[in-house]
């Protein structure tokens, strides 16, 4: 079991910096992939970025790329967002999957934390 909680959400101008922070708790967080993801309102929720059990691999959406960065130290998975848009504005998650390396698939993470919103304003 894992339990995750979400924290560094907040209403931010367009430009801006944001770090979230996943903590988590439970024996098998160490062997187990942390993702991101968001959803926004109207819309199905979409994946960010994963980092491996390991720290060594990463991935990130298209969108992300270059603005976001993922990482995890002991108990908590971080994404610092930089360059933040009014298009990021979503309710961000973290998730964790021991069924694989670095999946972008939802159904493949079997915990979930209860979202961060952050909203970005132009």
């Known amino acids: 079991q894992v339990q995750l909680v979400e924290s560094g959400g907040g209403l931010v101008q367009a430009g801006s910096s944001l770090r979230l922070s996943c903590a988590a708790s439970?024996?098998?967080?160490?062997?187990?992939?942390m993702g991101w993801f968001r959803q926004a309102p109207g819309k199905e929720r979409e994946f960010v970025a994963v980092i491996s059990r390991s720290g060594g691999s990463t991935r990130y959406a298209d969108s992300v790329k270059g603005r976001f960065t993922i990482s995890r130290a002991e108990n908590t998975v971080y994404l610092q967002m930089n360059g933040l848009e009014p298009e990021d504005t979503a309710v961000y998650y973290c998730?964790?999957?021991?069924?694989?390396?670095?999946?972008?698939?939802?159904?493949?993470?079997?915990?979930w934390g209860q979202g961060t919103q952050v909203t970005v304003s132009s």
């Open positions: 998730a964790a999957s021991t069924l694989s390396l670095t999946t972008t698939n939802p159904p493949r993470y079997e915990y």
């Open positions: 439970g024996r098998t967080f160490s062997s187990s992939a």
